[in-house]
């Protein structure tokens, strides 16, 4: 069974590494730039009353990664502080900046760049790791200021525990079998996304300060796509690691205890979580289609691939073992006529949510 231990990105600088297969993830950042430079503006108006700056500002990033995205979203609230203290002829605050994420992700590559912002001549800059689950506490007690996540929340803490203790599969091979089993496993989905979510906002409400903000993106789906239809936001895996079952080159009861924890929520779906939990009021919510942020050139086979592999190669491995060269010969003959890969991604839309929340 797969476990929030075993979510990590491919490391490295490889063909198929996560720093080589970001730069979707990276556009999807630059889309948060708004919100972020807002929340600074509101942090920097707000956390004192009076016409004095705030004197230090913690931001932490859950979910960084490694590679260039890792201190993207660090980076812009850093240079948005710089600039609104600029406007208003303020001294910056001093600035700790904090990247989490899993124990396992490359933390060596982070610290290397760590240090370019921390030689930064703007606001002066500590900086720090603090590796975690983001379901578990992670700071002290008001301590926090800013926190971003970018593509990150959709994982969950772990597959949903009424199927992998009913030992019902995720992807059924059986296309019938998989159609009728559909809404119950969207709906165990859906119901560990709303746990865990909810137990973040809970954690992250503990450690922000009064007034404390937070803007975060996640994977989801469009509106328009009834839930109950809706497959996982890995179904291609899924369905080239089927095709290796199908052809013996997978145990079949090893593809049937596999599951990813991952989740893609609807924009009305996290926006009644957010209510409903009560910590954080909404300032605004966005929904945008990823194609947008990528040319068709990354639509082949060969890049696809790449970017499969950067996400999902750990915890296929970790798994079902090295089996990763029998799935690109899969996937490679299964979207050898021309057009087919490009179908498979249009029957699987997806959405990225941007929501910047405040500390009720």
Not at 230 to 259: N, P, R
């Amino acid at each position: 069974m797969a476990s929030s231990q075993m979510v990590r990105m491919n490391q490295g600088q490889g063909e198929t590494s996560y720093a080589r297969n970001s730069s979707i993830q990276n556009a999807q950042q630059n889309r948060m730039k708004p919100l972020i430079e807002a929340a600074v503006v509101d942090l920097c108006s707000s956390i004192n009353s009076s016409t004095v700056f705030p004197r230090k500002m913690l931001i932490a990033d859950l979910g960084c990664s490694s590679g260039p995205n890792a201190l993207a979203l660090v980076s812009l609230a850093v240079e948005a502080i710089h600039n609104h203290c600029l406007q208003f002829q303020q001294s910056p605050p001093e600035v700790c900046v904090l990247l989490n994420d899993l124990p396992e992700n490359d933390f060596n590559a982070v610290v290397k760049s760590l240090v370019t912002l921390r030689q930064s001549n703007k606001p002066l800059v500590v900086t720090g790791v603090t590796p975690g689950s983001f379901y578990e506490r992670l700071f002290t007690s008001g301590s926090l200021h800013l926190v971003c996540s970018s593509n990150s929340l959709q994982w969950l803490s772990k597959a949903p525990e009424h199927l992998t203790r009913n030992q019902i599969p995720a992807y059924d091979i059986d296309e019938n079998a998989r159609r009728e089993r559909l809404p119950m496993v969207h709906e165990a989905y859906a119901q560990q996304f709303r746990k865990d979510f909810t137990l973040f906002l809970k954690l992250r409400a503990k450690e922000l300060v009064s007034g404390g903000r937070m803007v975060v993106s996640i994977i989801g789906r469009p509106s328009y796509v009834i839930a109950s239809r809706f497959f996982h936001l890995w179904e291609i895996v899924a369905q080239i690691l089927s095709v290796m079952t199908s052809e013996g080159a997978i145990d079949k009861a090893k593809f049937d205890s596999f599951y990813i924890p991952l989740y893609g929520p609807s924009c009305q779906e996290l926006r009644e979580i957010i209510q409903e939990e009560g910590s954080f009021s909404i300032r605004e919510m966005r929904e945008h289609d990823p194609k947008t942020d990528y040319d068709n050139t990354f639509v082949t086979p060969s890049r696809f691939l790449n970017h499969l592999r950067a996400i999902f190669e750990p915890i296929i491995v970790e798994h079902f073992g090295e089996v990763m060269d029998e799935f690109v010969r899969t996937a490679e003959r299964r979207w050898s006529v021309e057009g087919s890969m490009q179908d498979g991604c249009a029957r699987n839309p997806r959405v990225m949510l941007v929501a910047s929340l405040a500390k009720a």
